[in-house]
């Protein structure tokens, strides 16, 4: 095999996408130019970016870098989703050190190209460059959306219902697990890193899945959320998001949180409340939306949706009740990336 | 002053985005949500995306972060000039280490607000984010054209003629006298840099332009290239590029490069063929394009466009005639960033 540099930049490139497929029809022309050209007729458009580093974001001892290149993809379209959108167009720029070679670079491409079919988005454009040390990860993701389907953080009204997809808490359940068992293993390196029977938790961490499925039954049951966010940074951050965005008041119920059996157990495990884990563990890319309380009985057909309170006034502030009625306000959280 | 790590990402963010002003009719929603919203209406739009580290592509020793600010954006949007479109937004993505005050994080946004104002753009979203070690910057633009408007790299014709805008050499020139002299200062650090009389070149490499005015120039005449691309490499791979791509032969003058006094001035002190630097040096930012001979007349008007030679059949091979009527083969650049 070819190292990257026999390959050179223009070569590298051409080798990575040499697979690539265009799906959709708003790609006009991907790869190859100097910029992707679109076409999105009368639809809008939305567009995001994340900026992932190596030692922030994710740690290579224990992140696959297949996994890491689908999970780059995932959490970004899911802030597309988020919008009420479809996302159509990736474009991926990646800076890595010589300590890579072309295998490992092969193998972050196949995961990033695994997640554009599994979510039918075309990768168009992008940027390899060298790295003093490290891996970095920049992904830009576009997609679209009927003018009258955009859902923004900002339309929430009091006495709309909260509602979030899957369960939370789960991704940095398997955070903890894997930082835990990495600290084992460098005490001892004799010692194999304990992972099964977390299955689950290590998933919601390595390869996470955007809510495609859920855009797709809103859609299905003609329910608009009125406002709309994905669960990145935590459920308390995206709830104080929604709550200053739509000068509105918070109030969800500890008991309904959906929290996953594995989460519990690990929670259990590591004595830790497993609320804290959804309030402020983050990266489980669930939606956070609300509905008016007449959407209540289509959405509540979905397994996949929980309603875990309301909307109140912005006066009577932002609260979590304690299964004993006690109110404790939901705080935001600091800078904090790696948590 | 806050600090940033008393702001938070979020207070950061609404710090580094508070004078920010919509000023595009496609721009329905700037930063603030999980998404920008954009609207093009019956526009086709072009995507680009750079990702700069520190160490690679600039020196933050002799680069000042307003300029590298400013740089970050103009050298995204020559890419979307090169479609012949215009830029409309951009996303910024950013990525620091501690030993970065806030000052020097607005310092750089100064610099990228600056060249949004200058150029019309909207800066409508990013990721901010700490580091291991330094400053790495990425910026996604978005542009719009008419669908019939668009040029690619690959319409060039035998016999359309080669032109380029401006000057070239010039930035490579100016960021080999920043080498010098921060050489000299290392060797000596009372030795004060000596750059006075350099302006032109050291203005090339620090704080490039992007030609704005030449696609509106166009425009104007109603001259549509037959092939575009920007300057970014060094004019030798940007004229194979459209080799490859127009399944075309290239023949170009050397006396007819336009290369700036100040760039030959620079060249004859360190004992460079000054075509060298128009050749591999990049980072000029110029337009190269190619446009049939029928429209010479009309592009012919501007002193700021040089016709350097023409295309000719694939099997004629890509070369340069020297003064003495030398043919000398293009050759392309290796993966080298950092030059």
């Given at each position: 095999m070819a190292s990257i540099s026999e390959l050179g930049e223009f070569g590298?490139?051409?080798?990575?996408?040499?697979?690539?497929?265009i799906n959709n029809s708003s790609t006009i022309k991907g790869i190859g130019d100097d910029a992707a050209v679109t076409d999105y007729k009368n639809k809008q458009t939305?567009?995001?970016?994340?900026?992932?580093?190596?030692?922030?974001h994710f740690d290579l001892s224990f992140s696959p870098l297949k996994h890491l290149g689908y999970k780059a993809v995932t959490v970004n379209i899911s802030d597309v989703y988020?919008?009420?959108?479809?996302?159509?167009?990736?474009?991926?720029?990646?800076?890595?050190?010589?300590?890579?070679?072309?295998?490992?670079?092969?193998?972050?491409?196949?995961?990033?190209?695994?997640?554009?079919?599994?979510?039918?988005?075309?990768?168009?454009?992008?940027?390899?460059?060298s790295s003093v040390s490290g891996l970095t990860i920049s992904v830009t993701a576009i997609g679209e959306v009927d003018k009258e389907?955009?859902?923004?953080r900002n339309g929430a009204k009091p006495n709309d219902l909260i509602c979030v997809s899957g369960d939370l808490g789960g991704a940095y359940a398997g955070l903890k697990l894997l930082q835990?068992?990495?600290?084992?293993?460098?005490?001892?390196?004799?010692?194999?890193?304990?992972?099964?029977?977390?299955?689950?938790?290590?998933?919601?961490?390595?390869?996470?899945?955007?809510?495609?499925?859920?855009?797709?039954?809103?859609e299905k049951i003609d329910v608009k959320p009125t406002?709309?966010?994905?669960?990145?940074?935590?459920?308390?951050?995206?709830?104080?998001?929604?709550?200053?965005?739509?000068?509105?008041?918070?109030?969800?119920?500890?008991?309904?949180?959906?929290?996953?059996?594995?989460?519990?157990?690990?929670?259990?495990?590591?004595?830790?409340?497993p609320t804290?884990?959804?309030?402020?563990?983050g990266e489980d890319y669930?939606?956070?939306?609300?509905?008016?309380?007449?959407?209540?009985?289509?959405?509540?057909?979905?397994?996949?949706?929980?309603v875990i309170g309301h909307i109140t006034e912005q006066s009577k502030g932002n609260f979590i009740i304690a299964s004993d009625g006690t109110e404790i306000e939901i705080e935001a959280q600091g800078w904090n990336h790696t948590k």
């Open positions: 590298l490139i051409k080798r990575l996408s040499k697979d690539i497929k939305v567009i995001t970016t994340d900026l992932l580093l190596e030692g922030i988020a919008m009420n959108a479809i996302p159509k167009q990736i474009t991926v720029s990646i800076a890595f050190s010589n300590r890579f070679p072309l295998e490992a670079i092969e193998e972050l491409y196949e995961g990033i190209n695994l997640a554009c079919k599994k979510y039918n988005i075309d990768l168009v454009g992008g940027d390899t460059s389907k955009v859902v923004y835990r068992e990495k600290e084992v293993f460098k005490a001892n390196p004799e010692v194999q890193p304990e992972l099964t029977g977390y299955d689950y938790i290590l998933e919601r961490q390595l390869k996470p899945e955007a809510r495609k499925d859920i855009i797709e039954f809103l406002s709309m966010i994905d669960v990145s940074d935590g459920l308390s951050s995206e709830l104080l998001h929604i709550a200053e965005e739509s000068n509105c008041g918070i109030r969800i119920y500890d008991q309904k949180i959906p929290i996953a059996e594995d989460t519990n157990k690990f929670a259990e495990e590591v004595l830790i409340v804290i884990f959804a309030m402020n563990g669930e939606l956070l939306f609300t509905i008016s309380q007449s959407d209540y009985e289509k959405v509540d057909v979905s397994p996949d949706i929980t």
